[in-house]
């Protein structure tokens, strides 16, 4: 009998006269240990419920103001180390922007490299302002 006769045999048998899969093998229970048990740790206030998706409450991120402009470009000029730089324009009001510049080896680290600028740039002014 070909492979494929048993595959057709197997199909068109029902299923309840089908084998059953083998049962797992049974693993010996580990050794007692002689420490005591630990104590179960006390979840944080905020943690998730057990079994939810959920790890961890996020940090507040607040988004760039309208009208930012983010500008890229790679330079392969080296053929083994190619570059990206970029800068990421942000307007403060009608006349005044600020402008972030960075370069990295991979475009997502470009892109955090400038956010983690303007990020920066935003704590030391909420640092001014909360100093008299």
């Not at 392969?76 to 990421?88: R, T």
């Not at 600020?98 to 470009?110: E, H, P, S, V």
């Not at 740039?121 to 001014?128: G, P, T, V």
């Amino acid at each position: 009998m070909t492979n494929l006769e048993r595959m057709r045999a197997a199909a068109a048998r029902p299923k309840s006269s089908r084998p059953s899969p083998r049962p797992a093998a049974k693993q010996p229970k580990p050794a007692a240990s002689p420490h005591p048990p630990k104590a179960p740790a006390t979840p944080p206030a905020n943690a998730s419920p057990p079994g939810s998706l959920a790890k961890r409450p996020r940090q507040r991120v607040p988004r760039l103001p309208h009208g930012a402009q983010l500008s890229m470009s790679y330079s392969a000029a080296d053929e083994v180390n190619g570059e990206w730089s970029g800068s990421l324009t942000v307007p403060v009001d009608e006349q005044e922007a600020l402008d972030f510049q960075g370069r990295a080896m991979t475009l997502f680290g470009l892109c955090i490299a400038l956010d983690r600028y303007f990020r920066r740039h935003l704590s030391e002014q909420a640092a001014k302002e909360a100093t008299p």
